[in-house]
């Protein structure tokens, strides 16, 4: 079992940057591919962005490639996701998900078996 606790989200102006954290507890933490998602209102839960157990892999939805980073540190069982040039569109509450047997390619919301309660990231423009 693994509890995963989301922080960093808040307001930003469009243009702006912020850094969410997904904070994991269990000791096979290392082993999960981790992944982000998000939900906008009115919206069904996208994928984000994901990241394989050793880090050497990401893989990232069309339009967030080149604005947001996903990163890892085993040693502190902590996922992050680095978001820069925010647009209101990605205003969201930000879901932070793991994956037992899911590769890095894993999309979809059935591949992860872990979630987070979720942090809201709002975008003013």
């Known amino acids: 079992q693994v509890q995963l606790v989301e922080s960093g989200g808040g307001l930003v102006q469009a243009g702006g940057s912020l850094r969410l954290s997904c904070a994991a507890s269990g000791r096979t933490f290392s082993t999960y591919t981790m992944g982000w998602f998000r939900q906008a209102p009115g919206k069904e839960r996208e994928f984000v962005a994901s990241?394989?157990?050793?880090?050497?892999?990401?893989y990232y939805t069309d339009s967030v490639k080149g604005r947001f980073t996903i990163s890892r540190d085993n040693a502190k069982n902590t996922v992050y996701l680095q978001m820069n040039s925010l647009k209101a569109e990605d205003t969201a509450v930000y879901y932070c998900?793991?994956?037992?047997?899911?590769?890095?390619?894993?999309?979809?919301?059935?591949?992860?078996?872990?979630w987070g309660q979720g942090t809201q990231v709002t975008v003013s423009s």
């Open positions: 990241i394989n157990w050793t880090g050497g892999s990401t």
């Open positions: 998900a793991a994956t037992i047997r899911g590769s890095v390619f894993a999309t979809s919301r059935s591949a992860y078996n872990f």
